[in-house]
T-cell receptor, first 115, second 113 residues
Framework: GAGVSQSPSNKVTEKGKDVELRCDPI?????LYWYRQSLGQGLEFLIY????????KSGLPSDRFSAERTGGSVSTLTIQRTQQEDSAVYLC?????????????FGPGTRLTVL | KNQVEQSPQSLIILEGKNCTLQ??????????LRWYKQDTGRGPVSLTI?????NTKSNGRYTATLDADTKQSSLHITASQLSDSASYIC????????????FGKGTKLSVKP
């Protein structure tokens, strides 16, 4: 596609439910990144993929968070048993490769609200 | 510790006026510095990117400067427009660590008519 797309754009869920956020990177980009932006805070790096591999998961806030990428393209970020503090905008970005991490193009984000 | 500090936290200016946003960083070794504009409810969009050897880069009414010796960057907006209202985020990349970007918390700019 022309840019990074994310879905849904907005998600409201009840505390304790699981949610799945989707990211479609720019076609041909092998590196993909997930960030979280809480109200009034800067961007918080969560995890990156090179191809289908995520070598460092230490940025994920808790074991309720997981991410996967299949086919070197679409990625999903799953949050299990959501908590109110999970409410934030979740941003996805992609770059041609990890060596071009500075060339990240961002998607519009998914606004998650946990009631 | 690698950090990126931006100032001011927020800024209100009148349409047509100029303004300058600041970014100080302690990232080392330094690779490049990028300014992003983030409209409310949207993802960040890149404005400029500068490497160690560059000390100024323009993109329309936006001009970024970089002083790698003092580890400071500024983003100057000329003849501001209402559409410039957004958050401006400074992002610094270090060498070597792939995917290691250090984000500032941004400056929220409001341009009033």
């Amino acid at each position: 596609g022309a840019g990074v797309s994310q879905s849904p754009s907005n998600k409201v869920t009840e505390k304790g439910k699981d949610v799945e956020l989707r990211c479609d990177p720019i076609s041909g980009h092998t590196a993909l990144y997930w960030y979280r932006q809480s109200l009034g805070q800067g961007l918080e790096f969560l995890i990156y993929f090179q191809g289908n591999s995520a070598p460092d998961k230490s940025g994920l806030p808790s074991d309720r968070f997981s991410a996967e990428r299949t086919g070197g393209s679409v990625s999903t970020l799953t949050i299990q048993r959501t908590q109110q503090e999970d409410s934030a905008v979740y941003l996805c970005a992609s770059s041609p490769g990890l060596a071009e991490a500075y060339e990240q193009f961002f998607g519009p984000g998914t606004r998650l609200t946990v009631l | 510790k690698n950090q990126v500090e931006q100032s001011p936290q927020s800024l209100i200016i009148l349409e047509g006026k100029n303004c300058t946003l600041q970014c100080n960083y302690t990232v080392s070794p330094f690779s490049n510095l990028r300014w992003y504009k983030q409209d409310t409810g949207r993802g960040p969009v890149s404005l400029t990117i500068m490497t160690f050897s560059e000390n100024t880069k323009s993109n329309g009414r936006y001009t970024a400067t970089l002083d790698a010796d003092t580890k400071q960057s500024s983003l100057h907006i000329t003849a501001s427009q209402l559409s410039d209202s957004a958050s401006y985020i400074c992002v610094v990349s270090d060498e070597g660590s792939q995917g290691n970007l250090i984000f500032g918390k941004g400056t929220k700019l409001s341009v009033k008519p």
